[in-house]
């Protein structure tokens, strides 16, 4: 198998790298995931990640809180701009820390977007993310990146630029670490 993908990948001029090979083969992707600021105020962060990192069969390979500026918000949510809700969903996004994390692994866009459920919890499944911590289509948790193709890269390269991507060994103690910080 080794053999043959190495060969398919010489085929597709991907170069001779086995391991650029067989992620390419595999579909590894990286995805931009944040816990917004008013499910970080109710204190659901370590919570959220908890089930990120039973649920998604990935790794979290970057993971930070910030409070976004109104210009890294509005570049983030670009395409929402002609929206009535915009203006609120500005507001929310910027009114306090989040937990921004890049977490990489097979097909992990779509998978994200499952764990995390429908926009509106209303219409949220049982056991999602947004099912179990969000209040209202306003208020719903946890921001990921769609499966728009280029979305997730652009979203990963604004919230984190020239980042060096390493695994996290310990998603939920690095999130618990992070999240009493910006408290204090
Ligand atoms: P998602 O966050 O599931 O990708 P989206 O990209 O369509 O959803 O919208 C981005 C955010 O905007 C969403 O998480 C919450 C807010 N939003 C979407 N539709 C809304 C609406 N009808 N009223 C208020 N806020 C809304
Ligand atoms: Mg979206």
């Known amino acids: 198998l080794f053999i043959f ?3 398919l990948s010489w085929l597709r001029g991907m170069g001779s790298d086995p391991t650029g090979c067989i992620i390419s083969v595999m579909n590894m992707q990286k995805t931009f995931l944040a816990i917004k600021p008013k499910a ?15 649920s998604l069969g990935a790794e979290c390979v970057a993971m930070k809180t910030y409070t976004p500026s109104k210009e890294l918000a509005e570049k983030h949510y670009e395409a929402l701009n002609d929206k009535p809700f915009f203006g609120e969903l500005i507001e929310s996004f910027t009114s ?6 890049v977490w990489q692994g097979e097909n992990v866009v779509a998978k994200a977007r499952e764990v995390m459920g429908a926009t509106n919890p209303a219409d949220a499944a049982e056991g999602t993310i947004r ?3 969000a209040k209202s289509i306003g208020d719903n ?3 990921g990146s769609d499966t728009e193709p280029g979305s997730a890269q652009r979203e990963v390269e ?3 630029p020239a980042s060096d991507f390493t695994p ?7 999130a618990q670490k992070l999240t009493q910080a910006a408290a204090a």
């Open 141 to 143: 948790a946890i921001h």
């Open 158 to 160: 604004i919230h984190f």
């Open 5 to 7: 993908l190495n060969e």
């Open 131 to 133: 099912k179990l911590f």
């Open 168 to 174: 996290i060994a310990d998603p939920v103690a690095e």
């Open 96 to 101: 306090g820390p989040i937990l921004g994390m």
């Open 40 to 54: 970080m105020q109710r204190g659901d962060a370590v919570d959220i990640v908890k089930v990120l990192e039973k």
